[in-house]
């Protein structure tokens, strides 16, 4: 984003406020820490501090305080914008049924795909809106080329 112009800090004002671009990433991480049967909880501790987003990695610090005084590692997930309410409870189940690494690995995939078809979304509108603006220009230049051409005919009758 460094190379954008005057479109660079507004795009990382955008994209200070989207923590869920993080999110498959994050989860990836913790379950990959479940499935060794290490600690979460010093798993978000390592993250929070070698992020490479410096808003992410404050996030994490804020969820790490969170945790720390006694708060739930989802809802801490849940309240910095990382997951929804709903997949907060999914992963709280989860964890209490003993299922955390899989449902981890299966929320980040979740995150990837929902991540892949909003890209795929936006290439189809922004084809969709080169073709038309294509269309336009091609219709403008046409109307012009010929335009005074029409008025002639017009005038010689």
């Known amino acids: 984003l460094r190379g954008w112009g005057i479109l660079g800090p ?7 406020f989207t923590p869920q671009r993080a999110s498959a990433d994050i989860l990836r991480y ?6 060794a049967d290490q600690s979460v909880l010093q798993a978000v501790d390592s993250l929070s501090r070698h992020h490479q ?3 992410i ?17 989802w809802d801490g ?3 910095q914008g990382f997951l ?16 955390l690494p899989y449902a981890l690995s299966e929320r980040s995939l979740q995150f990837e795909r ?11 509108y922004a084809r969709v809106t080169a073709v038309l603006a294509l269309c336009l ?19 010689l009758s």
């Open 77 to 79: 997930l849940a309240s």
């Open 53 to 55: 987003a410096p808003d």
């Open 114 to 124: 929902e991540h892949t078809h909003r890209l795929i979304c936006f290439m189809e």
């Open 30 to 35: 913790l379950s990959v820490t479940a499935q």
């Open 10 to 16: 507004i795009l990382r004002l955008a994209v200070r």
């Open 57 to 73: 990695r404050s996030r994490l610090r804020s969820i790490n305080e969170h945790i720390q005084q006694g708060g739930s590692l």
């Open 137 to 155: 220009g091609t219709s403008f230049i046409v109307i012009s080329l010929f335009m005074p051409l029409i008025q002639l005919i017009n005038d």
């Open 84 to 99: 929804s309410r709903q997949q907060s409870s999914l992963l709280h189940a989860a964890e209490v049924a003993g299922g």
